[in-house]
């Protein structure tokens, strides 16, 4: 099994194998050239979204600077807005819902490092495990989103919040480690 295999299935891997860090290189360049790219070029920025993300609905605004791993495991849906410094490690499936607003430096991290010294001597130092944000959530800048995660329908992430267990349909959470606060049903 490859190593790209192994992280696609959420087994341990070795990030600095050659395939993965040549498709780490592409997203790289991609999001240089979409960080560079005059904001009313619009024509321009989808050709380069259309690129580097596994899908990317309509109505999709991305402020610049904007940071990824991989880019192909990150589909966004329709009526997005992500703002700047807004960076996803995306060495698993990243799935983004339609009416979501992302605040400035929100970190979407599907990447876990080992700790184990017998994994790290066999260089398998990552694990990578999907996040899933819902339809009609709002997360406010500066807060994480954790490996694994799966965030339900209507949430609000409240500023600054870190988490990192799934969060039920129609809540507000706040903190680190981000709990519910109020329910919106």
Not at 108 to 116: A, C, E, K, N
């Amino acid at each position: 099994m490859t190593e790209f295999e192994k992280m696609q299935r959420g087994l341990p891997y070795s990030p600095a194998d050659e395939e993965l860090t040549l498709f780490r290189y592409a997203a790289r360049r991609l999001c240089q050239q979409f960080n560079c790219i005059d904001p009313e070029d619009t024509d321009n920025l989808a050709i380069v979204t259309t690129k580097l993300f596994a899908g990317i609905g309509s109505n999709v605004d991305i402020d610049a600077p904007f940071f990824c791993h991989y880019g192909m495991n990150i589909e966004i849906g329709d009526n997005v807005s992500i703002g700047p410094n807004c960076t996803m490690l995306d060495g698993a499936h990243v799935r983004i819902g339609h009416n979501v607003s992302i605040g400035p430096n929100v970190g979407i991290y599907t990447t876990r490092h080992r700790v184990l010294p017998l994994d790290i001597a066999r260089g398998e130092c990552e694990t990578s495990q999907s996040v899933i944000v819902g339809n009609n959530v709002i997360i406010e800048g500066n807060s994480v989103i954790k490996a694994g995660v799966a965030i339900g329908e209507g949430v609000v992430i409240e500023a600054g919040s870190v988490v990192d267990t799934d969060i039920e349909p129609f809540s507000i959470v706040a903190g680190n480690p981000a709990e519910v606060v109020r329910r919106l049903q």
